[in-house]
């Protein structure tokens, strides 16, 4: 659904949810598709405790990232946010929400979400 003001046109906001057991754990994913670019959460309980923010730039290859709020030491919302935009060449707005103590349930988690980007790639 498109809403147009001024002549400009503005795509509104779709929410796409899945979860996935993942190393006996139940992970809940939240995408928020925007105009040029999506919100997305992952997390085990409804806590925003960090947001990261990732998009292309024209002068690197590598996308410019910055935490907007949270604890600096935890990277790992600002490094899914920089996969994500070089992936999607899209502005990516992440909050990663999971205790970084298993690097095989980042990348589990990881790996589910580029599965549902493939699957999906509408709701991104």
Do not use: C
């Amino acid at each position: 659904m498109n809403d147009t003001q001024n002549g400009a046109v503005f795509e509104a906001i779709t929410v796409h949810n899945f979860s996935e057991k993942i190393l006996e754990q139940v992970i809940h994913f939240h995408v928020m598709k925007l105009s040029g670019g999506f919100f997305l959460w992952v997390g085990s309980s409804p806590v925003l405790s960090n947001l990261a923010v990732s998009m292309s730039s024209r002068y690197d290859s590598m996308p410019l990232s910055t935490l907007v709020m949270g604890d600096p030491s935890n990277t790992a919302s600002n490094s899914l946010a920089e996969r994500l935009a070089k992936k999607t060449k899209k502005q990516v707005f992440v909050s990663y929400s999971l205790p970084m103590t298993d690097s095989n349930l980042s990348l589990s988690v990881e790996n589910r979400i580029k599965k549902e980007l493939e699957l999906h790639p509408e709701h991104f």
